[in-house]
């Protein structure tokens, strides 16, 4: 998805007011909002609700962009995640009878939100979706939606791996239902020109997850390549291909610490990066120019925060940005 003019001129304006109102901000540093987002009254809260459950450290950099976003703005924003969609709908269902200004929510099960998005927009309170659901957030009514083009990282994982020599590929999905980690699997379908297998597991037994992994390795010796698409996944993986003996090449979607030192290591290849900061920070940073100025960014368009791609190339630098809780 290409970026629309109107998201380049508020980046722009973004980082020229961070340069003039920051007092000497380091580069690294979230930028200060332009006049037309200036904080809101302090009475203002928005809602952050996701499908991540707690320890999940992708999503913990998700809150951090957030938070960061809400410290800036003045405004006060919370957090919370459940991957039960019938939980997480309840937790919009509470943010909407708390009148909140404003709801950030990711989709991973679209249909399962529809009726509690519903009521928020039916209650006149903005959404921003972020991460997964991107094809269902104008239909629901959100203003815009803040992500990467699942197809489209997909597609490029595939691209990469092709080029690695891959002609069998392990596609390694961890959580049921989730529309996107499907999207991404068949991207990687399209471009690798070879076969790809899915194999199902549960994020929150990683020791189960690399027994699976290796079992699957083992029983099958034409597997030359596996695709997680969590960064904890991939630790994982990377200790089944050890535990097998197999030569299969691993990349990942996300990253974590251990996945950066692991692409430094030469045990993955790289890793699809979706930005997550992004994820947490922009939407704040958009609710915030509604409310204030009506503003809304992207033209009906997603906003798109990836896919880049971390290789041992860069996996330095952005070790460093990692242990910030930045990337």
């Known amino acids: 998805m290409r970026r629309t003019p109107i998201v380049l001129a508020l980046l722009g304006a973004l980082a020229v007011s961070g340069c003039s109102s920051s007092g000497g901000q ?11 987002a200036a904080p809101a009254a302090a009475s203002a ?10 320890g999940d450290s992708f999503w913990d950099v998700v809150k951090n962009g957030a938070e960061a976003a809400g410290k800036q703005y003045g405004v006060k924003v919370t ?10 709908s309840q937790l919009i269902d509470q943010a909407v009878s708390e ?28 959404v921003v979706t972020i991460n997964s659901g991107a094809d269902s957030s104008k239909a629901f009514g959100a203003i815009t939606h803040v992500g990467q083009s ?37 991207g990687a379908e399209q471009t690798l020109g070879g076969t790809v297998e899915r194999l199902q597991v549960d994020v929150s037994n990683l020791a189960d997850v690399t027994s699976k992994v290796t079992a699957k390795l083992q029983s099958d010796k034409q597997v030359n ?22 030569p299969a090449k ?25 930005q997550q900061y992004l994820q947490g920070y922009l939407p704040i940073t958009f609710l915030n120019l509604y409310k204030n100025n009506l503003n809304t960014v992207g033209g009906g368009l997603p906003v798109n925060t990836g896919p880049g791609f971390v290789t041992k190339d860069n996996a330095e630098q952005v070790a460093k940005l990692a242990e910030a809780g930045t990337r």
């Open 79 to 88: 957090y919370q995640g459940d991957g039960d969609p019938a939980k997480q």
């Open 26 to 36: 380091s580069a690294q540093s979230a930028p200060a909002a332009s006049s037309a």
């Open 225 to 246: 390549g596996v695709l997680a698409l969590n960064p904890a996944v991939a630790i994982a993986a990377r200790d089944a291909i050890k535990d097998s003996g197999s």
């Open 150 to 186: 699942e197809d489209v990282a997909g597609r490029g994982a595939g691209e990469q791996l092709k080029a690695a020599g891959v002609t069998k590929l392990l596609c390694v999905i961890h959580e049921a239902g989730n529309v996107g980690l499907d999207q991404r699997c068949k």
């Open 250 to 274: 691993l990349a990942t979607f996300d990253l974590s610490g251990d996945v950066v030192s692991a692409i430094k290591d030469g045990e993955i290849l790289f890793a699809v990066d979706q």
């Open 99 to 126: 009148k909140v200004d404003g709801i950030v929510v990711s989709m991973a099960n679209p249909d399962a939100l529809k009726e509690a998005i519903g009521k928020a927009v039916a209650a006149k309170i903005p």
């Open 45 to 54: 809260s928005f809602a952050v609700i996701t499908h991540a459950g707690a």
